[in-house]
């Protein structure tokens, strides 16, 4: 308010309903959560992967290197949200953003659960658990 006194903020925004369970249910505007005079509008909701990359290609449009790096998801270093593939990809890549980002991890988790990805949830899910369990030879 202080920097857009009497302003309104309007935010494009290129999140798509088949990325995950929650953006499935983004309607194409909605007011910020956050500021109280920012709208967002989502134009390419309905698109899935090929609608993007069809676009990208016939328009020449300039896109993130990282995708041709084996990189899904470009928005923010070490996600969560990332397939744990793309989390292991940067072991790979960018041995030194790996180990700091490990060496933080290592406070709160095993080297076992920073390499499975546990550590990307707050409560572990059920289905992950089972699954930590096989791995660990618990169940057969």
């Known amino acids: 308010m202080e920097h857009y006194p009497n302003k309104k903020i309007l935010t494009i925004d290129g999140s798509r309903k088949f990325e995950s369970f929650t953006r499935a249910k983004l309607d194409y505007t909605r007011k910020s959560g956050f500021i109280d005079f920012q709208t967002n509008v989502f134009p390419i909701l309905d698109w899935n992967s090929i609608d993007v990359w069809s676009h990208i290609y016939l328009n020449n449009i300039l896109y993130n290197p990282m995708y041709d790096k084996g ?8 996600c969560p949200a990332s397939l744990n593939s793309e989390f292991l990809r940067v072991r790979t890549l960018y041995p030194n953003l790996w ?3 490990v060496n933080y991890l290592k406070r709160y988790y095993s080297e076992d659960e920073i390499i499975r990805g546990f550590w990307r949830w707050q409560k572990v899910p059920p289905k992950i658990i089972e699954i930590k369990k096989i791995i660990e030879g618990g169940v057969k």
């Open 71 to 78: 990189f899904e998801r470009i928005g923010c270093y070490m």
């Open 99 to 101: 180990e700091k980002w």
